[in-house]
């Protein structure tokens, strides 16, 4: 029996479109928004960002000096965290109906900008138990590290936990530490899914 619900949020809980963010910046940097990301590929600056092996203020300043980006750092998190679209892909009524029956659990590659944001702006947010967050947890799915912190946060089973993600890859390795996983495609299949293995949120 399932007793944990576990997200991702990106694609799952939250859109987003990472060219929302280079367009962003194109009129401030001295590349145009589609060699940003190439030029982001030079560097493991991110990465180390989202496994929080920098802090916030050195990334913008490392990051404003590879773009040749001319910003300070509130303009720069605005722009960072544009490319969050506003209206969740699965719905307020769904997660409270889990919440009422079921340990609920975020399990995100993310940074400090942008959960910072994101829970400002999206109150579904305020439903879940609790947050295993990359840059917290100093790694990044697919490594069993993230995925044990989240059992181990669960207070169950691993059997006993479900995870829905929209890489596959991120599921397959959630398996492998003994998760009950799917791929998320949107919110009709994952209730499906859901509905399939006896779990109820009406």
Excluded at 4 to 9: K, P, R, S
Excluded at 90 to 116: C, M, Q, W
Aim: proline letters at 6%.
């Amino acid at each position: 029996m399932l007793k944990t619900i576990i997200f991702d949020l990106g694609r799952v809980i939250v859109p987003f479109d990472f060219h929302r963010g280079y367009r962003a910046m194109e009129p401030l940097c001295a590349y145009p928004a589609a060699d940003i990301p190439a030029r982001l590929a030079t560097t493991d600056l991110v990465q180390r960002f989202e496994t929080g092996l920098i802090e916030p203020r050195p990334f913008v300043a490392q990051l404003a000096s590879l773009l040749e980006l001319r910003v300070d750092y509130p303009e720069f998190c605005e722009m960072w965290s544009s490319i969050f679209l506003p209206e969740t892909l699965i719905p307020d009524s769904l997660v409270t109906g889990l919440k009422k029956r079921y340990r609920l659990l975020l399990l995100s590659n993310t940074n400090a900008i942008h959960f910072e944001m994101i829970r400002e702006r999206y109150p579904i947010l305020r439903h879940f138990d609790d947050f295993v967050l990359s840059y917290r947890v100093g790694a990044m799915k697919p490594s069993p590290v993230i995925y044990q912190r989240a059992i181990d946060l669960s207070g169950c089973k691993p059997a006993e936990c479900f995870f829905t993600d929209d890489i596959e890859s991120y599921v397959e390795a959630a398996r492998g530490q003994g998760m009950d996983a799917v791929q998320f495609v949107n919110c009709g299949q994952l209730e499906v899914e859901l509905a399939g293995r006896g779990v109820r949120w009406d």
